[in-house]
């Protein structure tokens, strides 16, 4: 095989990943309306790429104000639990490994998109310029629209935040999912508290690393003391500027949080810079998943290099449902149709074919 390496077993925290391709999250935005709850085509989908090493799913908001996106699923009701049972569930049939990635929006959001139309939420009150989200637009048809002014949190909220996480993590063990990731990446909650460009507060989340990075590291916590740091994983995007992030210290906020995580013991790191793994050797132990833009042969380059021990891929899951197939043929891959990623149904999701099925097809 062309790409051995990547294509090879590997133990990530509680699981045995049967190769080292991971199916990066992706936000897809089909839940079930109303209640935002997961599909039964999303089962669907997360099944035909059961192939993956690992899977992990679209970012599911742990509150309503959590929310980033129209038709963007939860998981903090009863009926998003069962649908994310539903999705776990059919990804296990298929002999797959699932880990539910859990997302607070922040101030990528729109009032649209919140309760009773109140502000998003953020550290501080600065709003993401230029950042378009996928909502309703004025004459209630779906569609990207700039990000709204958020209010910022108080102090006395934010353990409701951690609460948060906790009763969500709790959800995704009983739906069954194999680990939880949580997001501090891409502009988003976690991450607008890491970046001094979005944090100005003066209380005990802001002004130094150590307290910018505190509400991470506290959610991290409590989520392990639910269901085992062997269990737990969380995206960074240390080199990341888009979201209207801007940081001064990106990475020294990333290594002294990589250096807290450490200590908690968690069971990898997803970095979505190609080349950031090389720098967290050194601070911390546990596994490196890279996520950027590699091709096979570059992603099976960087394992045996030593930067990372998986690699994530993104949009190439989503018109091959059969990645790892096609990577082990070392066969041509589909593009995905950009028109279809985000919202409808099952077209551009589920109906991508897999190498089987498109030459069966080219033969009729």
């Given amino acids: 095989m062309p790409y051995d390496t990547l294509l090879s077993a590997f133990a990530l925290g509680n699981i045995e990943m049967p190769n080292r391709v991971v199916m990066a999250s992706l936000a897809r935005n089909r839940a079930s309306q109303p209640g935002d709850v997961p599909a039964e085509i999303s089962a669907h989908y997360y099944a035909q790429r059961a192939?993956?090493?690992?899977?992990?799913?679209?970012?599911?908001?742990?509150?309503?104000?959590?929310?980033?996106?129209?038709?963007?699923?939860?998981?903090?009701?009863?009926?998003?639990?069962?649908?994310?049972?539903?999705?776990?569930?059919?990804?296990h049939a298929r002999h797959g490994r699932i880990a539910l990635q859990l997302s607070h929006?922040?101030?990528?959001?729109?009032?649209?998109?919140q309760e009773n139309g109140a502000p998003p939420v953020a550290p501080s009150a600065i709003r993401a310029r230029g950042v378009?989200?996928?909502?309703?637009a004025d004459d209630g048809t779906?569609?990207?629209?700039?990000?709204d002014d958020p209010r910022p949190?108080?102090?006395?909220?934010?353990?409701?935040?951690?609460l948060q996480y906790v009763d969500a993590a709790h959800r995704a063990n009983r739906a069954g999912f194999d680990m939880i990731e949580i997001d501090a990446s891409n502009g988003y909650l976690l991450h607008q508290f890491m970046a001094t460009g979005t944090n100005r507060r003066t209380d005990d989340y802001g002004g130094s690393v150590e307290n910018r990075v505190r509400l991470v590291v506290e959610i991290v916590e409590a989520v392990a003391g639910v269901i085992g740091a062997n269990r737990v994983g969380v995206r960074l995007s240390p080199g990341f500027t888009g979201a209207d992030i801007e940081d001064a210290e990106a990475q020294a906020s990333s290594r002294h949080l990589a250096g807290e995580l450490a200590r908690?013991?968690?069971?990898?790191?997803q970095l979505a810079e190609a080349h950031a793994g090389v720098t967290f050797r050194d601070v911390f132990g546990g596994a490196i998943i890279a996520c950027?833009?590699?091709?096979?042969?570059?992603?099976?380059?960087?394992?045996?290099?030593?930067?990372?021990?998986?690699?994530?891929?993104?949009?190439?899951?989503?018109?091959?449902?059969?990645?790892?197939?096609?990577?082990?043929?070392d066969a041509p891959l589909s593009e995905p149709d950009a028109a279809t990623i985000h919202g409808g149904g099952e077209t551009?999701?589920?109906?991508?074919?897999?190498?089987d099925e498109a030459r069966r097809d080219a033969g009729n």
Avoid: C
């Avoid at 908690?264 to 790191?269: D, K, Q, S, V």
């Fill in 142 to 147: 779906p569609g990207f629209v700039d990000a």
């Fill in 132 to 136: 378009q989200v996928y909502a309703p």
């Fill in 51 to 91: 192939g993956a090493g690992l899977i992990v799913t679209e970012p599911a908001h742990v509150s309503p104000e959590g929310q980033g996106g129209l038709a963007a699923p939860g998981i903090y009701s009863d009926a998003q639990e069962a649908g994310w049972k539903n999705v776990a569930g059919a990804v």
């Fill in 264 to 269: 908690i013991g968690i069971a990898y790191l």
């Fill in 348 to 355: 551009g999701y589920t109906d991508y074919p897999t190498l």
């Fill in 292 to 329: 950027g833009d590699d091709s096979a042969r570059e992603a099976n380059a960087r394992i045996e290099r030593g930067e990372a021990d998986a690699v994530a891929f993104g949009r190439a899951f989503i018109a091959n449902p059969d990645l790892v197939e096609r990577l082990k043929m």
């Fill in 153 to 162: 949190l108080e102090t006395a909220e934010i353990a409701g935040i951690v």
């Fill in 105 to 113: 929006a922040g101030r990528v959001s729109h009032r649209r998109l």
